[in-house]
């Protein structure tokens, strides 16, 4: 790679996998990192591996990324997330990139490997899972809704092959304290433009779900583990629909949930910058 390079991360409470993250990324020029407040070690490792460290108040995903970008030096952005590492294979395929592949493309999207109860999800719809993390900071940025905040690119894009290495939920208690905030999150969005779900429509997202994610993105390759992603993902968009439901079926009872969701990203807040969004491959 032939080019300046500003990795921007934002955090918090991520003492657990900052330096797995921070350990590979001594190609880059500078590391952007913004945190919103964290209590723990996450601060201290950051300024191990000479992180330009800055606070912003978490509102959401969308604006604290976007701010992490408005603070970078260079043109070009790598955007992570604490749980995130650069591969090996993924490392040489950065350093191969020419000033011509830059100067063709505004971005490039990398492929996302999961490791999840102690096994890399290669199936069950989460891989190659591409996500634009490499990219002009002219030419993107965040941009979406509650839950799905991507990168909105002009002009070109390139896919690389290798992978970039994620090691998302902790523990099954932990996807399941992830599917129960962005199911209600999904379902707030969905009602607010004007979209109503019935039960009999959440139990048939409910089966649709598993039979894509077990039998047509053969989840079932991916051995037991396969068939627990494919439950979950059943049990999370059964939840999303349900969810949906409930807030139609009585009206009034919008009014307390609406007063829930700041606090409900909050609590989000408080967990590396997923995704994601970006970690919502169960939708």
């Known amino acids: 790679m032939h080019i300046p390079l500003s990795v921007c991360i934002i955090t ?3 003492e657990d996998n900052l330096a797995n993250c921070l350990s590979q990324l001594e190609f880059a020029d500078e590391i952007i990192l913004v945190d919103s407040g964290s209590t723990d070690k996450t601060l201290t490792i950051a300024k191990q591996y000479n992180s330009k460290i800055s606070y912003r108040k ?3 995903y969308i604006n604290q990324k976007n701010h992490a970008i408005s603070l970078a030096k260079n043109d070009w952005i790598l955007a992570l997330d604490a749980d995130e590492v650069i591969s090996p294979a993924l490392k040489e395929e950065l350093h191969s990139l020419k000033v011509e592949d830059f100067e063709s493309n505004s971005a490039f999207a990398i492929p996302r490997l999961t490791y999840y109860l102690k096994k890399w999800i290669r199936h069950s719809g989460w891989y190659p899972n591409y996500q634009v993390r ?3 900071k002219k030419k993107g940025n965040f941009a979406g809704i509650l839950v799905h905040e991507t990168v909105e ?3 070109n894009s390139k896919k690389l092959k290798n992978p970039l290495f994620h090691y998302s939920y902790k523990s099954i208690s932990d996807h399941l304290a ?7 999150l999904f379902a707030i969005e969905k009602y607010k433009s004007g979209k109503r779900s019935t039960i009999a429509k959440a139990i048939l997202k409910s089966y649709y779900k598993f039979f894509w994610m077990y039998f047509i993105r053969c ?3 991916d051995g ?4 627990a992603i494919a439950i979950l993902g059943s049990y999370y968009n059964f939840l999303k629909y349900l969810k949906l439901y409930e807030l139609g ?3 009034k009872s919008i009014s307390p949930l609406f007063v829930v969701v700041d606090s409900i990203h909050k609590v989000e807040s408080n967990k590396a910058a997923q995704e994601d969004s970006d970690q919502v491959y169960i939708r």
């Open 12 to 14: 918090y409470n991520e």
């Open 58 to 60: 978490f509102d959401n």
């Open 134 to 136: 490499l990219f002009h």
């Open 153 to 155: 690119i002009k002009g």
């Open 178 to 184: 992830f599917i129960d905030r962005y199911s209600t």
């Open 219 to 221: 989840g079932f390759l």
């Open 224 to 227: 037991s583990v396969g068939l």
């Open 249 to 251: 079926k009585d009206e």
